[in-house]
């Protein structure tokens, strides 16, 4: 919907573009290739692979080939606009769906899912990523659109919104969720049910200050 809308490409797509523009390899070419230069950025980053991250790799160019050449095009702005519109919230969906499944990411979605894992939102690091190589692919001679600039600050806000009620319970790839103690730092909330109350004695430092809080009255653990 987005490429049949015809009013500028992903900022990942003006990169491949510049790139192939630059060398002379075919954009198809140019797309694996960057791939695997991408997951080498996901080693410092601590992100895995998984039979997601294949199967991203293999079907979003599949279901391209696919249906692309069959959806209708047309001159007029406002079809378009909604092409534009219905293609950023299916790839925002869609990216909600199967990385809620907890089975691996893409190689793009995989550098936005670990630089969140290290306290920058979801809604800031895919628009992070996306800037740099919208910059880059401009550099480089690829076209800005109207789509272009929807997408670059549309799709970290919609996967912000998404993922969340998209994710399976029991996701085990999702980023931990954290509190503070004073004099321990920041820890693993613990599940609720054994120690999730423990977040509510902010000086909670030592066994015999847990059990005198506990003999209070004010007990933390939950059968």
């Known amino acids: 919907m987005f490429l049949a809308g015809n009013l500028g490409l992903a900022p990942w797509d003006v990169f491949h573009k510049g790139v192939?523009?630059?060398?002379?390899?075919?954009?198809?070419?140019?797309?694996?290739?960057?791939?695997?230069?991408?997951?080498?950025?996901?080693?410092?980053?601590?992100?895995?692979l998984g039979i997601g991250t294949i199967l991203n790799a293999i079907e979003i160019g599949l279901v391209v080939f696919l249906i692309g050449d069959h959806l209708p095009t047309t001159e007029l702005l406002i079809p378009r606009l909604l092409y534009v519109a219905?293609?950023?919230?299916?790839?925002?969906?869609?990216?909600?769906?199967?990385?809620?499944?907890?089975?691996?990411?893409?190689p793009r979605d995989g550098l936005m899912l670990g630089l969140s894992k290290r306290g920058?939102?979801?809604?800031?690091?895919?628009t992070g990523v996306e800037l740099a190589v919208l910059v880059a692919g401009v550099l480089l001679?690829?076209?800005?659109?109207?789509?272009?600039?929807?997408?670059?600050?549309g799709?970290?806000?919609?996967?912000?919104?998404?993922?969340p009620p998209l994710?399976?319970?029991?996701?085990?790839?999702?980023?931990?969720?954290?509190?503070?103690?004073?004099?321990?730092?920041?820890v693993q909330r613990p599940p609720v049910g054994r120690l999730g109350r423990l977040?509510?004695?902010?000086?909670?430092?030592?066994v015999r200050e847990r059990r005198a809080q506990r003999g209070a009255g004010g007990g933390y653990l939950q059968s």
Not at 120 to 126: T, Y
Not at 155 to 163: A, D, H, K
Request: net charge positive; glycine share 18%.
């Open 20 to 48: 192939s523009n630059k060398t002379g390899i075919p954009v198809g070419i140019v797309i694996e290739i960057t791939g695997v230069f991408i997951l080498l950025l996901w080693i410092p980053l601590r992100e895995r």
């Open 86 to 106: 219905g293609g950023l919230l299916s790839i925002a969906i869609g990216s909600g769906l199967y990385i809620g499944a907890g089975l691996g990411s893409g």
């Open 120 to 126: 920058i939102s979801i809604r800031a690091a895919r």
């Open 141 to 153: 001679g690829g076209s800005v659109g109207v789509g272009t600039v929807a997408f670059t600050f």
């Open 155 to 163: 799709i970290g806000p919609l996967c912000q919104v998404l993922m």
């Open 167 to 186: 994710r399976m319970k029991g996701d085990h790839h999702a980023p931990a969720r954290q509190f503070h103690v004073q004099g321990v730092g920041r």
């Open 199 to 206: 977040d509510q004695f902010p000086h909670a430092g030592s």
